[in-house]
């Protein structure tokens, strides 16, 4: 079973911090840090994204602050993984409208999922981000996403 390098407490008062681990070097830098939790959790997310996309692997460290002190958040559920899976239409079948729609439905599921904090996505999450992709309608989605948002405390709770 392969082991996950654990990353050091970050120096200095309590805050959000991502560390990446590099593994050329062996060593872990500061990638993301802010006073509040979901700026960091959506840098970690692009980051993911590119580094995965790029064949690469991410390892990470979040680490925040719990009662004056530091703690570190586990952010290891989901598996190193390649790139998401492209759709299976050929090119002849949608046209440019549909293809530019089904982007706009999954930036925003995409980003609905980030805010929740749900922003390193196995080929499980990915392959059900399409299914309701090329299934609900644009509406439908955003109001998907704002529900996501408003689960992880983004949105203040809003309902309506």
Known sequence: METRPQSPQPQGDPRWVAMVHEPSSASWR???????RSPVQYALGEMASTVRARGGDFTVG???PKEGAWERYDVSAAP?????????????????????MNGRRRQVLVAGLTKAGLYDLAPDDLAAVEALVESLDETTVRRVAQWLASASGAEGGRAG
């Open 30 to 36: 500061v990638c993301a840090e802010s006073p509040h």
């Open 62 to 64: 979040l680490w925040g």
């Open 80 to 100: 190193s993984v390649v790139a998401a899976p492209q759709a299976a239409a050929a090119p002849e079948e949608a046209s440019t409208h549909t293809e530019r």
